[in-house]
């Protein structure tokens, strides 16, 4: 199963950008997505996840910032990432699966945000 990961760059803080994630219709359909991210030295940490009928979760750090969405008809998922700080820099992975809130096993292969001035 092949995930694109796209939309990452580099942008000042208080910036925004927008990534976008795709994979083939029937997976897309029939998966849970999320996004991970990995900052310099860090761990690989959850981001946020949108189940198959839509619901959303979020880390406590991005909420109100970030929002993450689906559009079935596109097989696309995206992460409007708005009042970016430097803090959020980071590899950024999608990730699909079966199950809500669950880490699939399914991953795209990252797209860096940088938010640096």
């Known amino acids: 199963v092949q995930l694109q990961a796209s939309g990452g760059g580099l942008v000042q803080p208080g910036g925004s950008l927008r990534l976008s994630c795709s994979t083939s219709?029937?997976?897309?359909?029939?998966?849970?997505l999320a996004w991970f991210r990995q900052g310099p030295g860090e761990q690989r940490e959850y981001v946020a996840a949108?189940?198959?009928?839509?619901?959303?979760n979020y880390r406590d750090s991005v909420k109100g910032r970030f929002t993450i969405s689906r559009d079935n008809a596109r097989s696309t998922m995206y992460l409007q990432m708005n009042n970016l700080q430097p803090e959020d820099t980071a590899v950024y992975y999608c990730?699909?699966?079966?199950?809500?809130?669950?880490?699939?096993?399914?991953w795209g292969q990252g797209t860096l945000v940088t938010v640096s001035s």
């Open positions: 219709r029937s997976i897309f359909a029939a998966s849970a």
């Open positions: 990730n699909a699966g079966d199950y809500f809130l669950q880490q699939g096993p399914y």
């Open positions: 949108i189940s198959q009928g839509g619901s959303t």
